[in-house]
């Protein structure tokens, strides 16, 4: 089944050549279906590249989903044109009365900033409590995930000196979190971040689990016990030239990043990327959508039950 994007956005002719299947409005209101309701909160300054990976992990499932692409203030984005956030994107209040089978946060470019600095942390905030009322399942990626945790447990990220970048071996954990289903013993996820909390700190917090790590970089997939909240620390959504991208830009700004980790051919930058994530990360997104979202979510909306606050 295909994911249902508004006419004309521009993922929509990039995911059609890879041979991805997408459905727009017009011919999706003629199935007589329930389809998914899953809002992305776009946090990133490139909306349109992350956009374009996420759509693509969403659209690998046999469920009709409609998207809500959410912004959460009305200044003009980085690297996105003014133009595309008034054609395709709601301001938050214009959903807020709606609930969700499934909500996305992205990460953000904000690592080095406390989160009270974070312009627009208050509205973080309303939106993190929002989501507890209105959405089923809510997926949290990278500075989302450990904004989250801040949050609702009170927990604080430690900021490394050298940034966690590149693609790192990870372990499975609870073979039998249907989030994992399918899962290879050992697999493969890309990071990009200065944030860090420590594996003990999960596990010290009644109904969460840690069900993916890497020795390298910690704790990767931390799930609640009521399947209502995920957290990812990493960037299963990357494309193959992203960490790449991040690298050449972070030297040409005169930084003096470290090469990504077992990323290029021979940890060598003029050598292509060693790709070898995908295959897991579109699995992740597969099985959260099947097994946290369509399997627990109500068929009427108007049941969803408020989650309970968790404990801090």
């Known amino acids: ?28 209101a003629n199935q007589d279906i329930r389809p998914l309701e899953v809002g992305i909160l776009n946090l990133m300054p490139n909306k349109i590249e992350t956009e374009v990976q996420l759509l693509r992990l969403l659209s690998n499932t046999p469920l009709q989903i409609n998207v809500d692409l959410i912004r959460i203030d009305n200044q003009a984005p980085k690297n996105t ?11 938050f209040s214009s959903v807020a009365n709606k609930k969700y089978d ?28 929002w989501a507890q009322r209105h959405v089923n399942s809510t997926l949290y990626l ?14 604080t ?25 399918g899962f290879d013993p050992t697999f493969y996820a890309p990071h990009s971040r200065y944030g860090h909390i420590d ?33 990812v620390t990493g960037h299963p959504e990357y494309d193959p030239d992203t960490l790449k991208d991040e690298y050449f830009r972070d030297l040409a700004a005169g930084q003096f990043p470290a090469i990504p980790k077992n ?24 099985n959260w959508l099947n097994y946290y979202v369509y399997q627990t979510t109500p068929y009427d909306l108007n049941q969803l039950a408020e989650k309970s606050q968790p404990k801090r």
Not at 81 to 91: A, E, I, K, T
Not at 113 to 121: A, F, G, H, I, M
Not at 142 to 155: E, L, P
Not at 216 to 221: K, N, S
Request: hydrophobic share 40%.
């Open 1 to 28: 089944m295909p994911i249902r994007i508004p006419e004309q956005l521009p993922a929509q002719n990039v995911l059609q050549g890879e041979n991805i299947f997408t459905m727009d409005m017009d011919r999706a």
């Open 81 to 91: 044109p003014q133009s595309h956030m008034d054609s395709f994107y709601h301001d």
């Open 102 to 129: 499934g909500l996305i946060v992205t990460g953000a470019p904000l690592a080095l900033l406390d989160y009270e600095d974070v312009k627009y942390w208050d509205t973080m905030t309303t939106i993190l409590e």
């Open 142 to 155: 990278c500075w989302a995930a450990h904004a989250a945790m801040y949050h609702f447990y009170s927990i």
């Open 157 to 181: 990220r430690e900021l490394r000196e050298e940034k966690f970048s590149g693609v790192y071996k990870h372990s499975v954990n609870d073979p039998h979190n249907e989030l994992l289903r």
């Open 199 to 231: 594996k003990s700190l999960y596990n010290a917090i009644d109904g969460l689990s840690v069900v993916a790590e890497s020795d390298e970089v910690g704790a990767y997939i931390v799930a609640s016990d009521d399947k209502r909240m995920v957290f």
């Open 263 to 286: 990323y290029f051919e021979g940890d060598d930058p003029s050598k292509p990327p060693l790709v070898k994530w995908r295959s897991h990360g579109s699995l992740l997104f597969t």
